[in-house]
């Protein structure tokens, strides 16, 4: 065994300038945990003149990538480059020449982790991505490690803090959407084009990664329904609050019969939830097992040092292994053939806000149309809007989402409803 462990690092940005800062502040506890040294050898940046937060020896920078992928002293390869197609490449030439990957890159993971995966079992080397979910929460691991015993059954949770902070600023302090994004831009929550996350796609690509750890099946992006929160009226929230509802955007996983769901969406839940106290920037993911029961873990979901911090517990994994002589050997394949399930046989209880006539038999009219499929209501809030309309918010009992898209089709035939403003799903208790 080496007296040190070599790292090439692809990107200099903010996660890897957090791991150099790990590297180099805690060598003393990396050496004590592994019995050897751990340093980076070599750093592929795009700009060797740019500015950096951290101060590099400039000798280990680097433009061209052969400097790191050939690289034959380095054992293991950080990518926090971000992209696709170009990280897809170098982490394949780097499994190719045996070289152990650690990748905090969840577009790639959810793109083309199997591929990634079985090159990295053909040629014997660790491929982890802990850093992929949730920051610096300890998640990916636990799941395919701590609960590989039991057998999973949902996963739900807030897994991005830029639309979370949006949705908490919404509820705490009445803010529009647009004002809450502003704020979450300045403070650097949110990106110029927040189009990622605002519209749940970041959120879906990490559901990918967990539906995929917890039910052994291939979930791909497509298989994943999702809308985000650019539409969401600060009236819905208001009245959330009536209900004792928190709005939050919630990646769901969930498995029936061996048949899944997998969305993300913006839904109410009960603020008894343990979900619903999660606030600001933070991620939070809840679990529930045959066996276990439910659990959920909590923390920071990005940032420099809490994301380098997961970088960082694969890379010790990793070297573990090698001192085990048991690289390469972790990966579970794919183990149910997938069966998304069909609308029939998804169940949920449901919020509904309509603009309706403001008439005599209104709502009745209303409640005779859910009668006859089936849908009762748990709770109803009438409020007048102006002369000749009023507002009704519902939450349904549960029903089949089916039944509730058949309900929200004849509702726009219904001659005392002027429109049907908004629908969202909701959680209850945990």
């Known amino acids: 065994m080496k007296k040190e462990i070599s790292i090439g690092l692809l990107g200099l940005g903010v996660v890897g300038s957090g791991v150099i800062k790990i590297v180099e502040d805690h060598q003393e506890d990396l050496q004590h945990q592994l019995g050897c040294g751990v340093k980076v050898e070599k750093v592929l940046v795009r700009d060797m003149e740019k500015a950096r937060k951290i101060a590099v020896d400039e000798t280990l920078l680097t433009t ?15 990518e926090v480059m971000g992209g696709v197609d170009t990280a897809r490449e170098y982490i394949l030439t780097a499994l190719k020449a045996k070289k152990h990957v650690v990748t905090a890159n969840k577009d790639l993971i959810a793109l083309h982790g199997p591929e990634l995966e079985e090159t990295a079992r053909e040629n014997g080397c660790d491929l982890f991505y802990e850093a992929s979910v949730g920051g610096g929460i300890p998640l990916l691991r636990p799941l395919s490690d701590g609960l590989v ?81 650019s539409t969401l009226a600060l009236e819905d929230i208001e009245y959330g609050n009536k209900l004792n509802l928190t709005m939050k955007l919630i990646g769901f996983a969930n498995r029936h019969d061996n048949k899944i769901e997998v969305s993300v969406q913006p839904t109410f839940l009960s603020k008894d939830h343990p979900l619903a106290s999660v606030n600001d920037e933070f991620n939070a993911v809840y679990v529930s097992g045959e066996q276990v029961g439910e659990t959920m873990f909590y923390g920071p979901g990005a940032g420099s040092l809490p994301t380098a911090t997961a970088v960082m517990s694969d890379v010790v994994a990793t070297i573990k292994n090698m001192l085990l002589g048991v690289n390469g050997k972790k990966f579970v394949k794919t183990r ?26 209104a709502f009745a009219s209303i409640s005779d149309l859910f009668n006859k499929l089936g849908i009762s209501f748990e709770r109803i809030l009438q409020t007048p809007v102006d002369k000749g309309a009023a507002e009704i918010v519902v939450v349904t009992h549960k029903t089949s989402l089916a039944n509730f ?16 403003e908004s629908s969202y799903r909701v959680e209850g208790d945990a």
């Open 149 to 229: 015993s039991d057998r999973i059954n949902q996963v739900m949770g807030i897994i991005n803090g830029t639309t979370n902070y949006i949705l908490t600023k919404m509820d705490k302090e009445g803010q529009s959407y647009e004002d809450a994004l502003q704020k979450a831009q300045e403070l650097g929550f949110a990106e110029s084009d927040p189009t990622a996350d605002v519209e749940g796609l970041d959120a879906a690509r990490k559901m990918v990664i967990l539906a995929r750890l917890s039910f052994f099946t291939d979930v791909e992006l497509d298989d994943v329904e999702v809308s985000g929160i």
């Open 405 to 420: 898209q058949n309900a929200m089709e004849q509702l726009k035939d219904l001659h005392v409803i002027e429109t049907v």
């Open 64 to 78: 061209n990538s052969a400097d790191v992928l050939d690289n034959p002293n380095i054992d293991v390869i950080i």
């Open 336 to 361: 149910f053939e997938k069966q998304l399930a069909p609308a029939e046989e998804r169940f949920g209880q449901f919020y509904l806000r309509l603009r309706v006539k403001d008439e005599t038999g």
